[in-house]
């Protein structure tokens, strides 16, 4: 005995299932190392450029070209050029073993939203009484 499947053609519109809003950004501060740029530790600069965060950052050249990064400069590139991007960039200069110090120094700028720290990979102490359950 044979039996027949019909074949079935499928056309699902998934149009309406594109979002129709997104979250603004708000407010970002990236913290990080750096000892490159012209910015002072521990106090929040407005970045409003790629060209600006060079400076403050990083190294550039005479003709402006960045001829040496940081992780905080890296960090601000990542999020400017975002999209949607950020409606301000604040970028906070630690020194080695200063993040706590750079932290605190944004209690200075109430508008920020979001914090984040470049080139940092935050993990647990290996005593932190973790555990898998």
């Known amino acids: 005995m044979s039996i027949a499947y019909p074949f079935v053609d499928v056309d699902v519109d998934t149009s309406g299932l594109a979002p129709v809003m997104r979250r603004a950004p708000g407010v970002l501060a990236v913290v990080g190392v750096s000892t490159l740029g012209d910015a002072p530790a ?13 400076n403050m950052f990083a190294t550039v050249d005479g003709d402006g070209a ?8 890296e960090g601000l590139v990542a999020a400017m050029t975002q999209s949607p991007g950020p409606s ?3 970028g906070v200069k630690a020194a080695a ?3 706590p110090a750079a ?13 984040t720290l470049a080139g940092i990979v935050a993990s647990a102490p290996p005593d932190a009484g973790h555990r898998r359950r």
């Not at 521990?42 to 060079?54: D, F, K, Q």
């Open 103 to 115: 932290l605190a120094s944004l209690n200075a700028a109430d508008d920020v939203t979001f914090v």
């Open 88 to 90: 301000k960039v604040y």
């Open 66 to 73: 960045v001829t040496a990064t940081s992780p905080l400069y």
């Open 97 to 99: 073993d200063g993040i």
């Open 42 to 54: 521990n106090t929040p600069r407005i970045v409003g450029s790629l060209e600006e965060a060079a």
